[in-house]
């Protein structure tokens, strides 16, 4: 059985998916005050932390242990809106990919319960 990584295309899909999410985080003024000035780092975390979640190599967890995702984004209060914008622009990401439904619906899955299991603040 083949993972979600290698069906997509392997770390280059996730490359790709986030560099286009990273692309409308920069110009969104609720979300851009929340990540560092320059954002390539925080992409290649992200992206590297994907491919890894999804099958691909422990890459992300041999440059940055273990991904404590609550903890590392405890310093942020992350509400409702913030999460909705977030996952506003990851599904804006992936309408430019065609996916098997299955796999876009897994990504999709994934991406709600990671984006609200961040929340920290109700509003």
Known sequence: ?????????????????VGRFYA???TD???RPLYPDELADSAEHLALFL?????GPPTY???????RLRL??????????ERDAWLRHMRGAMTSVALEPSD?????EYFEMAATSLQNAPR
């Open 72 to 81: 590392r984004h405890a310093p942020f209060v992350i509400g409702v809106a």
């Open 29 to 31: 003024p609720l979300l």
């Open 51 to 55: 491919g890894q979640y999804f099958g």
């Open 104 to 108: 876009e619906q897994a990504l999709l």
């Open 61 to 67: 967890s041999d440059r940055r242990g273990h991904p």
């Open 1 to 17: 059985m083949t993972s979600l990584y290698e069906r997509v295309g392997g770390q280059d899909f996730f490359d790709a998916l």
């Open 24 to 26: 409308a985080v920069a």
